[in-house]
């Protein structure tokens, strides 16, 4: 094996990308460890968690948000490189890349283990694995494998709990490049319908957010024969895609007058969730906003014995208020899912069976732009007008 560093090019965030702080430069990585993995990059979807931790300023105090660091962390490629640790790629095999986990914390080793008790540790910090090149004036060390993996790079280490290998599907290059978001939002959205909420034909689901974790959502809704699916946001156009991919109900939150419930209080979204729910409200909800006041109508408006899912992550001083007495007395349960709480090895391969078969057509929420477009790729995402950018190289 040769193990000698790897000169390369990298998408590099010294700090927030609207400051101008974003660049491509060259990069060389450190020789691969034991547990690690050398792909060779195809593609990398681009996620708002991306967005949030490399715009937010490193003085604030935000966990996560740090610089320089390499970000990305829905990544498809060939592997180049394997540690001796790592027995299930070789070189050459096709890979999707996801979240990585410690593997040995009580949570890892009964699961689920996006659950893992040094999740945000691993997944958000990441461990150093770049350079700048020889010829970069600053020389600092620059933050690597964000979510194991850290994929705007042209080649990348991985961890090798970051890799899935995907040989034997008869994936091309070109369904590598199409498939690079399946290891986060994706897999977050349906995960969460198929392996949290176990949902099925006697579901009303409502879903909070019509981004790539929401649609997602609403894809897999559809899949499993969910009743009514109810989508809320407040861009027409995701709504309309919404309906297209399978809700059944949508609400536009701009043509309401109130939107946030009080947990057991009404609004005119809560209202508007309970009617497309039987008058009674769904019996599954899933923010995948991170807004709170939405995360409160959820709240409000799941029937009694039903499950609200939060899967948007919200600032960290976001709380969210459960009136005591009547959270008793419906008998509600509210709680987190990361991840969609997937063993990736298994679920990866599920979802690409279900695009394969038409019933999962994820390809309506993307737009492929080059790595060298990037600005245009996140100009894309903050406006709204592309679901989910993939960036190519």
């Not at 592997?79 to 949570?107: E, M, N, W, Y």
């Not at 709504?239 to 059944?248: C, I, R, S, Y």
């Not at 807004?291 to 001083?317: C, E, F, S, Y």
């Amino acid at each position: 094996m040769n193990n000698s560093p790897v000169e390369t090019r990298a998408l590099v965030a010294r700090g927030p990308f609207s400051e101008g702080k974003w660049a491509m430069e060259e990069v060389t990585l450190r020789e691969i460890r034991d547990d690690e993995v050398l792909v060779e990059m195809v593609a990398s979807g681009l996620c708002h968690t991306d967005l949030h931790c490399g715009d937010t300023p490193d003085d604030k105090g935000v966990p996560g948000v740090y610089y320089p660091r390499v970000l990305g962390h829905e990544g498809s490629g060939y592997v180049q490189q394997v540690g001796s640790a790592v027995t299930h790629v070789k070189p050459g095999d096709p890979v999707l890349l996801s979240f990585t986990h410690c593997g040995h914390c009580h949570v890892c080793k009964t699961g689920p283990v996006s659950h893992c008790t040094s999740f945000f540790k691993i997944n958000f910090m990441g461990d150093p694995v770049f350079t700048p090149s020889p010829s970069q004036p600053n020389q600092q060390t620059l933050g690597g494998q964000f979510f194991g993996q850290s994929s705007f790079a042209q080649h990348t280490i991985a961890s090798g709990k970051s890799v899935v290998n995907v040989d034997g599907l008869g994936l091309t290059r070109d369904d590598l490049k199409l498939l690079a978001p399946f290891g986060c939002g994706l897999l977050t959205g349906s995960g969460t319908v198929a392996n949290v909420a176990k949902a099925g034909p006697e579901d009303a689901i409502a879903i909070m957010g019509m981004g790539g974790v929401g649609i997602a959502a609403v894809m897999a809704a559809k899949r499993l024969g969910c009743r009514q699916i109810i989508g809320v946001d407040r861009i027409p156009a995701r709504l309309e895609l919404a309906k297209k991919l399978g809700a059944t109900h949508t609400i536009d939150t701009t043509h309401l007058t109130s939107v946030s419930g009080s947990g057991s209080g009404s609004s005119d979204l809560v209202d508007a969730i309970r009617r497309a729910a039987d008058d009674l409200g769904p019996t599954v909800s899933i923010d995948a906003s991170g807004h709170q006041p939405l995360v409160m109508a959820a709240v409000a408006a799941t029937r009694h014995m039903g499950k609200i899912i939060q899967v948007g992550a919200g600032m960290p001083d976001a709380v969210v208020k459960l009136p005591m007495q009547a959270w008793m007395d419906t008998g509600k349960s509210y709680f987190g899912a990361v991840m969609g709480q997937c063993d990736t090895a298994e679920y990866i391969p599920r979802m690409i069976r279900w695009w394969k078969d038409g019933e999962f057509p994820f390809e309506e929420l993307v737009q492929s732009f080059s790595f060298d477009d990037w600005e245009a790729a996140i100009d894309s995402m903050i406006k709204g007008t592309v679901v989910k950018p993939i960036m190519v190289w």
